[in-house]
């Protein structure tokens, strides 16, 4: 007796445990007067009972590799799915006759993944559903990131049998913004003496003097014609007479005459772009400021055809949102001109060379923030020094036997990018820079001698726009 009730207590003890249990309790179906109440949805790896009112004596089910069933008693069935899928189960009475088929149909066991996708991205309006023996996944995701997350949870419980309706909320446009600056410095000094010896005795004019091959002064060579003879004339100067200094003395018989030439050049160059273009998340995008440049191609059979390269300012990049504001860039940017100093050619076609900056990089930055993606220093030095030997030995005098050439020249380039995330604005709330200025009337051209009037909005989205410098944005709204 006291065995029975301890039986009884601890099976009420384990009814009431599976009961707190969420998703341990099995389903059951009930076939009320020979037909299902309702399609039968197994979890895979699940179990659900399906109870009968009529008692049967025999059953079968269509594909025991979906489900497999066992009986509890002559009214009771258990039926635990194996695999996704549809099947039948069939159930008849003791005279053979058809009591009914149930549908039974495997899913996946959706209730644990959404407790896992509750844990992992919690706050995310993802509806998870069951189609034949996949998963869809609907509802809206903050980022691209807790997308592929939750297609790759959704990947553990139904490998390839996933379906993504969810879209990516938030602003998916990307503005970019690269700069592009260099600076070049070049600073060139040369010193060089020339001297002539003339007159009776000598006969002829004999000259000496050292140079170096910059094409700032002459060949050695040529200082024999740049002496004439006579002491009055001055010698040829060799870099156009800029820091020439020459001097002659000497009597009808011999005539003497001495030249120095001193040069220093400094340049300076700086270059800027600023391109700015705009994509979808996940879109590539592509830019190109300046022209193509035509080169001769010589194909095998000597045939002559022309192939265009692409020079000025180029830029390409896939951006893509991350998580929020975090975005991830893909990009290749360059910056290409024509060396006219260096060229090749042939006959009548000659081609120049091309310098070229370029950069490509991947990099992942928040919105309005900057990144110096590349940088270079360049400094290239040179120092050449010639003498007529024995004579450029000599002290103090040797300095007119003597040639010095230096030469140095520095590079500095810097690139930075700055990504935006952006949304479209109105359309009247635009002013390009073309809206600014109108054609002159008559009057203001011939009496006035205006060559353009200004014609800038006062009012409205569009006059608070026009009251920016051409830097201003064009088109788009940038994000707080």
Known sequence: MKFDRFLKAALLGLGMGLAATPGAQA??????????????????????????????????????????????????????????????????????????????????????????????????????????????????????????????????YAPERVSNLMNVGGTQQVM???????????????????????????????????????????????????????????????????????????????????????????????????????????????????????IPVQDSDGNISIDYKPIGVELEFTPRVVDGDIINLELMASVSALDSAISFGGGSIAVNAFKRRETSTTVEMRDGQSFAIAGLLQDDFRDLNGQVPWLGDIPILGALFRSADYERAQSELVIIITPHLVTPTRGEALSLPTDRIRPPSETDLFLF??????????????????????????GYVMED
Do not use: H
């Open 27 to 156: 389903e059951t179906l009930r076939v009320l007067n020979g037909a299902a109440s309702a399609a039968l949805s197994v979890p895979m790896n699940r179990a659900v009972v399906v109870e009968s009112d009529q008692p049967f004596a025999e059953l079968s089910i269509a594909n025991p590799g979906i489900a497999d069933i066992s009986t509890l008693s002559d009214r009771t069935i258990y039926v635990l799915g194996k695999a996704p899928g549809r099947t039948t189960l069939t159930l008849l009475a003791a005279d053979g006759s058809l009591i009914t088929n149930v549908e039974v149909q495997v899913t996946p066991d959706i209730a644990e993944f959404k407790e896992r996708l509750r844990q992992i991205l919690p706050g995310e309006g993802i509806e998870v559903r069951t189609a034949n023996d996949g998963i869809v996944l609907s509802g809206t995701v903050s980022s691209t990131m807790a997308l592929d997350r939750a297609i790759d949870l959704a990947n553990r």
């Open 176 to 294: 970019l913004k690269v700069r592009f600056a260099e600076m070049q410095r070049s600073v060139t000094k040369s010193l060089s003496s020339s001297m002539g010896i003339g007159g009776a005795l000598t006969g002829t004019g004999i000259g000496a003097g050292v140079a170096m091959g910059t094409g700032l002064m002459s060949d050695g060579n040529n200082f024999n014609s740049a002496f004439d003879g006579d002491a009055g004339t001055l010698m040829n100067s060799t870099n156009d007479s800029f820091g020439t200094f020459g001097f002659g003395l000497g009597t009808s018989a011999l005539q003497f005459q001495v030249m120095i030439e001193a040069l220093e050049n400094k340049g300076m160059v700086r270059t800027l772009a600023e391109p700015n273009l705009t994509a979808l998340s996940g879109q590539r995008a592509s830019f190109l400021a300046g022209g193509e440049y035509p």
């Open 449 to 474: 001698g205006r060559t353009a009037a200004p014609n800038r909005p006062t009012t409205g989205a569009a006059g608070e726009v026009a009251q920016q410098d051409f830097g201003g944005s064009y």
